[in-house]
């Protein structure tokens, strides 16, 4: 088999690339290295089988040559992180609309399998604890940026599914949460490689909120063996699933918890949300996932819990 990754220099996409090479497929990535990094695929140069382009998805002749040679496409290719959301909004609605309706009318030509990769951050503020997929979402008010983010990925989600009811394009939709583990970076926002680096140089470890939110972190490498499995699976096409792991903290004990495992001196202080994103900003008080779905299909069980993840992003920080 043959696939095709865009945003595979990306944090999740170059775990997936790899993860693929290794079980004997070939791997072509397409990525315009906005929040992605060659340095994430640097070690797959040369690998047999596998193929990159820098270049955005939006270079439909170049994408539609790509998706002609694979037999899979996984959409990763995005606007992620909260604070990049919020500060480019214009940017963030653009590319996750636009970007997966490239992908997706493409792909119909020949009506290649696409994995859209989703959010649970569509589950806005919910309190309907453990979100399941067919669950109602309650996003906040147009002007509150961050739920753009929400909604852009709604709109992908409705597409997909709109080509796989009206045009019989076989699509599988997966809701991530909180995917963490080695090279994904805080440059964008996301809390761990945060903590990890703040707490490893001595700096303030800077809980936004009281810290009473909790999120459920998944491990990258669980979240490819998801995705691996779920395009194995007929059953999935035409389906949403949540890929995530439900072991819940609060941000105040995952503060600690690095704190701790890190031996750091640093103080952990609480930023008010307005100061750390924008005026009347809207956090997700809990998010966790109900993944049965996900496990009656395919048998999914997160391998990897939340003190080991901690382990090796510590380690990844530390040898860089
Ligand atoms: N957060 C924090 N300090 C940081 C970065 C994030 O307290 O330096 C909080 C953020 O407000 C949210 C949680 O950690 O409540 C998870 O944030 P992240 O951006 O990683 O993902 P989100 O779940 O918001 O998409």
């Given amino acids: 088999m043959r696939a095709l990754i865009t945003g595979g220099a990306g944090f999740i996409g170059s775990h997936l690339a790899e993860a693929l090479l290794d079980a004997g497929h070939g791997v ?22 596998f193929q990159y382009t820098i270049d955005s998805i939006t270079n439909e002749p ?5 998706i002609d040679r694979c037999d899979v496409a996984f959409h990763l ?6 604070k990049l959301i919020v500060e480019a909004p214009v940017h963030t609605i653009e590319t996750n609309v636009h970007g997966t309706e490239v992908v997706l009318t493409l792909a119909n030509k020949k009506k290649k399998l ?16 453990p979100f399941k997929e067919d669950a109602d979402l309650r996003l906040g008010a147009t002007w509150k940026h961050r739920w ?24 599988i939709v997966v809701r991530l949460f909180n995917t963490v583990g080695p090279r994904q970076t805080g440059q964008y926002g996301m809390v761990v490689p945060n903590f990890v680096r703040q707490a490893l140089a001595g700096h303030p ?18 979240v490819v063996d998801a995705l691996m499995q779920l395009i194995a699976e007929p059953k999935a096409v035409g389906e949403v699933f949540n890929i995530g792991n439900g072991e819940e903290i609060s941000i105040l004990a995952l503060a600690e918890q690095i ?14 949300y307005d100061e750390a994103y924008e005026a009347g900003f809207e956090d997700m008080p809990r998010r966790v996932p109900d993944i049965t779905k996900l496990q009656t299909l395919t048998g ?21």
């Fill in 28 to 49: 072509e990535v397409i990525d315009n290295l906005s929040t992605g990094s060659i340095e994430n695929i640097e070690h797959l140069k040369g690998r047999d089988g």
């Fill in 62 to 66: 170049l994408l539609a040559e790509q």
């Fill in 77 to 82: 290719a995005a606007a992620v992180g909260v």
């Fill in 114 to 129: 696409v994995v859209v990769a989703s959010t649970s951050e569509v589950y806005g503020k919910s309190t309907e604890i």
């Fill in 148 to 171: 753009a983010y929400a909604c852009s990925k709604a709109i992908d989600e409705f597409l997909a599914l709109a080509y796989w009811k009206e045009k019989k394009l076989p699509v």
């Fill in 205 to 222: 470890i800077t809980v936004f909120g009281d810290g009473s939110q909790s999120r459920s972190f998944t491990y990258v490498g669980d």
């Fill in 259 to 272: 704190k701790a495992m890190t031996g750091s001196p640093s103080d952990i202080v609480t930023i008010p």
């Fill in 300 to 320: 999914y069980e997160p391998k990897v819990q939340l003190s080991e993840i901690l382990t090796r992003v510590i380690d990844h920080f530390q040898k860089r």
